[in-house]
């Protein structure tokens, strides 16, 4: 039982270059979320889905990208990297908005 | 602003040890969340809490809710090395949208042999 997998677990990009970091989850959840965790900031929501084909921005947006093509898999690019995304990124599946959150190991990213 | 306050933000202290952090709002959340996030890894659920003034044990952990559903607590006894890692409360707010839970900040707990 695999969970929320995510893929790369680590990544360095340049600033100005451009990645995709990929969930996947086998719950068969509606609800998935980004998140990075940056120290003294604790876990901030990027983007989020209530379902297959929908996205939603969420507090700190800026600089990515997301689609939902499929309920499993939920993906967020970033399309020209800067220094200031630098940091851990989290994905999350839960069933509903009140339910368990289930997380990935984390992609930590540095952009130098 | 923060909606969930967690403190201390860092607390190490030796095994054996009880100790006591706390989540706090301003706000009444409809339920209340405790997770375990250890170095390298997600978040991890230990409980959820969904009464006002209700008390959840897991063996050495235990959770409470405040009586107004706005603040909870996790105490800890006899605190071992396995314990360390970071807390993190997370609440569902009644007026809140589609995009899940709040989280605080955490409180990093080192528990030292």
């Known amino acids: 039982n695999a969970g929320v997998t995510q893929t790369p677990k680590f990544r360095v990009l340049k600033t100005g270059q451009s990645m995709t970091l990929l969930c996947a989850q086998d719950?068969?959840?509606?609800?998935m979320y980004w998140y990075r965790q940056d120290p003294g900031m604790g876990l901030r929501l990027i983007h989020y889905?209530?379902?297959?084909?929908?996205?939603a921005k969420g507090e700190v947006p800026d600089g990515y990208n997301v689609s939902r093509l499929k309920k499993q898999n939920f993906l967020l690019g970033l399309e020209s990297a800067a220094p200031s995304q630098t940091s851990v990124y989290f994905c999350?599946?839960?069933?509903?908005?009140?339910?368990?959150?289930?997380f990935g190991q984390g992609t930590r990213l540095t952009v130098v | 602003t923060q909606l969930l306050e967690q403190s201390p933000q860092f607390l190490s202290i030796q095994e054996g040890e009880n100790l006591t952090v706390y989540c706090n709002s301003s706000?009444?959340?409809?339920?209340l969340q405790w997770y375990r996030q250890e170095p390298g890894e997600g978040p991890v659920l230990l409980v959820t809490?969904?009464?006002?003034?209700e008390v959840k044990k897991l063996k050495r952990l235990t959770f409470q809710f405040g009586d107004a559903r706005k603040d909870s607590s996790l105490h800890i006894t006899a605190a071992q090395p396995g314990d360390t890692g970071l807390y993190l409360c997370?609440?569902?707010?009644?007026?809140?949208?589609?995009?899940?839970?709040?989280f605080g900040k955490g409180t990093h707990l080192i528990i030292q042999p």
């Open positions: 999350a599946s839960s069933y509903s908005r009140r339910a368990e959150a289930f």
């Open positions: 719950m068969n959840h509606e609800y």
């Open positions: 889905s209530v379902g297959e084909g929908t996205t």
């Open positions: 706000s009444v959340f409809s339920s």
């Open positions: 809490v969904v009464t006002g003034g």
């Open positions: 997370a609440g569902d707010h009644p007026g809140g949208g589609a995009d899940g839970l709040t």
